[in-house]
Each structure stands twice: as C-alpha cells, then as structure tokens.
C-alpha cells in the first residue's frame, strides 16, 4: 500500500504539471494568434493600454540588417570534441536554441569559416527543413548559456537587426499563425524544403512602434519563460 501510494501520489504531480504546462501553451497559442494583425488589418485584436496607432507594414529587409549563412561541413569534418556547431534542429518555438544536437569541429575548421561565427545571445533561424511540412522553418530563437563561439552549418542564418527593432519581437512574431501560413506559402522542394534568402528578406511585417514592440516581446518572452519552467519542472 505504501508503495502504491507513494508512485499515485507521484503520478498525480506529474500529470499536475503536464495539465499547467498544456495550459500554458494553449495560452500562448491564443496570444499569438491575438496580438499581431490577421490578414488585411493594421492592428491586432488585443493590444496592451495606451496605444493606438496603427502598425505599419514593412519587409524583413527592412529590419535585418544583415543575414549570415552557414558553413559547408562534411560528415568527415566532425569530430569527438572541439568548437560546437549550431545544429539544423536548434531552432523551434520556444525561443531558445535547443542545442542538444550539436557536434565538434577543429578550431582550424572553425578560423577557415570566419563568416560562419556566431555567438550567445545572438539570433539564428534555419531556412531548410528535412520534414515537408516545415514545422519550425523560419523561427527564429536566441543562442542562450555561458559565452561561448559557435559555427553555423548550411541552412542555418544569423539575424543581426537595425538599431530600434525588438529581437524579442521578431522571435515571438516568427511563433504566429500569419507568419506560420507564409512560410508555409513560400517554401520550396519536396523532401528538404527550403526558402531562399530573397524570399525570406521579402516577408511582410506589420510593425508597431518600437515601445510597443518592447511591451510585446517582454511579454511573449515571461511566457517562454514560465512554460521553461513547467517543462523543467515536469521533466
């Protein structure tokens, strides 16, 4: 009895926890859909108080400033330990790099590929996917830890933006269901689909200005942040 007892009682605050963090995910998912603009309007259906304006469309190229490819990296480049790659399936809609996946590269390797570098805190996004369906194409996260260099492979972008746009912005419009559906319009191939760099930098975004696109980011970016916490949680 004691046994059963202790296991039920485990069970029930894990499901506890899968019910918190599903809840929380619906949350975001309906937010999302909320605050930015649908299709043919200038501004969203929820919207923080004290603004009002209209949002004003622009293009990606508009607001990155510079966008990075990846390095060229064959099987046989790998090795046991070295300077971590950033893998293709960093990128996700949690907003963070899930780096789980990385391999190994000589330091060589990484100085012969210097416009391949990339860092913590920057942006990255992946522009081909090996699932047609291309569920976490064109998202963008943040490479987050201790300072570290990492190298990009092919697929993989850097973003740097313009002085005055909200990264956390950018990351949380990259999770909406608009930006979603243009992706998904946009995408090239059968098997590994891609999106080519001018497609990508042609993408239209309706854009608030920039203390409203604070408001918003910070917020997607506590909800990430809870949801990190209830996955960890019930991990």
């Known amino acids: 009895k004691k046994i059963g007892a202790f296991f039920k009682s485990l069970d029930d605050t894990i499901a506890l926890h899968q019910r918190k963090l599903d809840l929380l995910k619906e949350q975001k998912k309906g937010y999302l859909q909320k605050m930015f603009p649908k299709n043919g309007e200038k501004v969203p259906e ?74 913590t805190n920057n942006l990255v996004t992946s522009l081909r996917d090996l699932v047609p369906s291309a569920p976490n194409m064109g ?46 319009s946009e995408k090239n191939g059968s098997t590994q689909v891609h999106i080519r760099n001018g497609e990508f930098l042609n993408i239209d975004i309706e854009l608030p200005f920039s203390e409203e696109q604070k408001q918003i980011g910070s917020f997607f970016k506590q909800l990430d942040n809870s949801i990190a916490l209830h996955q960890h949680k019930l991990d």
């Open 46 to 119: 929820l919207r923080f108080a004290g603004f009002a304006d209209d949002w004003e469309e622009r293009k990606f190229k508009d607001i990155i400033e510079k966008l990075t490819g990846g390095a060229s990296i064959k099987p046989s480049d790998y090795l046991e330990e070295g300077i971590r790659t950033i893998p293709k399936g960093a990128v996700n809609s949690t907003g963070l790099a899930d780096l789980s996946g990385s391999k190994y590269i000589s330091e060589e390797f990484y100085e012969s590929n210097k416009s391949s570098h990339v860092s």
């Open 139 to 184: 998202r963008i996260v943040r490479i987050a830890g201790e300072d570290e260099d990492f190298l990009m492979p092919q697929g993989v972008y850097k973003l740097e933006l313009f002085d005055g746009m909200d990264e956390e912005f950018l990351i949380a419009f990259s999770n909406s269901d608009k930006y979603r559906k243009i992706i998904s």
